[in-house]
């Protein structure tokens, strides 16, 4: 086999063995034959890859250089791939929180909905409304003033953040806010309802039997337009 036939099998190779003395005596006399070669077909390849599907690009990766070799364009490379990584990641939480936050907003609207209906402005009402919209194990309507001075003063520290109170409550404040009707393991939220925060006319206690049912790290601009929204349903 002559050279010029090593290098057309090199090219497009059919079922027969290549004759391997003949292509290694041209590679030898031709040594830049192969990154030539690679550099015109790989060229090729990936711009007809590049504009039939573009997107499988964004995910090749090429390969990097020898050890203790440093690239800049593979270093680059791998800060934009991270830096796509991390906007990813936030893109899909922002889209997940907008989810709720939309499906929060649904369950509000409905519950307001419901109090506009309501033949009856009462606490036991308002009890019925919020098991029939949210997700809770006990509710509770208590009014501020009908509390003794002990319980108040468990409650005092709460009340000046101005704040819904959510997690866990110690023996003590669960036994004052929900009694024995209500388990140890599980979390509340507690919404102060009134002009003067420090002062409520109303606390509407909500329970989880679940830990985690009720905890800061959930925000509480929901559960304070809860506590706006049967407040105002209570006082006009």
Not at 5 to 21: E, G, H, K, N
Not at 86 to 109: F, G, P, Q
Not at 141 to 166: F, R
Not at 168 to 188: I, W
Request: aromatic share 6%.
């Amino acid at each position: 086999m002559t050279t010029e036939a090593a290098t057309a099998r090199l090219i497009t190779p059919d079922s027969s063995p290549p004759d391997t003395q003949a292509l290694s005596a041209f590679l030898a006399s031709n040594p830049d034959f192969l990154p030539i070669l690679c550099a015109t077909e790989l060229k090729g390849v990936l711009e007809a890859l590049l504009a039939q599907e573009p997107a499988v690009l964004a995910d090749l990766v090429l390969p990097s250089p020898p050890d203790g070799v440093a690239s800049l364009p593979h270093t680059q490379q791998r800060l934009w791939r991270e830096k796509l990584a991390r906007l990813t990641y936030k893109i899909n939480d922002l889209s997940t929180t907008a989810e709720n936050n939309a499906r929060l907003d649904r369950v509000l609207h409905n519950f307001a909905c419901a109090l506009l209906r309501a033949a009856d402005r009462d606490p036991n009402q308002v009890i019925a409304l919020i098991h029939q919209h949210f997700t809770v194990d006990s509710a509770q309507l208590i009014v501020y003033d009908e509390l003794d001075s002990q319980t108040k003063q468990l409650l005092e520290g709460w009340l000046t953040s101005s704040t819904p109170l959510c997690g866990r409550l110690n023996e003590t404040q669960r036994q004052a806010v929900f009694g024995n009707k209500f388990p140890d393991t599980g979390s509340a939220a507690l919404i102060a309802m009134g002009q003067k925060p420090t002062q409520p006319h109303w606390i509407l206690a909500l329970g989880r039997f679940t830990p985690d049912g009720f905890n800061p790290s959930q925000g509480t601009l929901f559960l304070s337009q809860i506590g706006e929204l049967v407040h105002s349903f209570l006082c006009e």
